[in-house]
């Protein structure tokens, strides 16, 4: 059996606010590939932001979405990946992503999420009374994927 990898892409995955479209155009940029972004992607296709998704249809549809976008990624070359926060939590998107690109993990404290992230109004899972706390309990929960 093969499981050599043919890489041919770069992924940066990482929960939101850590940074992955910020650095991901730039480094797409340095090394002149394109680049990427699956929330964007996913929202020029339907038509609609990520916040009406969730509303709309429920997160397990846009994980669906989700799914397809790093399918179809992976046919594609010299590309910049910045793939949404709850990408990874789907074993078969990071299967996907390690099959064709080099997968980066961004990090950053809570803290620094929050402050990140606390202005935007396009955060569906943030939408309640304690978003540090709802920020804490998610990355421990994604950490081990």
Avoid: C
């Avoid at 709309?56 to 799914?67: I, L, P, S, T, V």
């Amino acid at each position: 059996m093969n499981n050599a990898r043919s890489i041919h892409n770069l992924a940066l995955v990482g929960f939101m606010g850590t940074g992955k479209s910020t650095i991901g155009r730039l480094v797409a940029e340095q090394i002149q590939f394109g680049f990427v972004d699956t929330d964007a992607l996913i929202e020029e296709r339907l038509g609609r932001s990520i916040s009406d998704i969730f509303a709309a249809e429920g997160e397990a549809a846009f994980r669906q979405y989700e799914k397809q976008a790093v399918e179809e990624l992976g046919r594609q070359r010299n590309l910049v990946i910045a793939a949404g926060g709850g990408l990874v939590v789907d074993p078969a998107n990071m299967a996907s992503l390690k099959a064709h690109a080099l997968v980066i993990w961004l990090v950053a404290s809570p803290e620094t999420i929050w402050e990140r992230v606390q202005t935007q109004t396009h955060r569906p899972l943030l939408q309640g009374p304690d978003p540090l706390a709802k920020i804490r309990a998610l990355l421990e929960a994604r950490e081990p994927a």
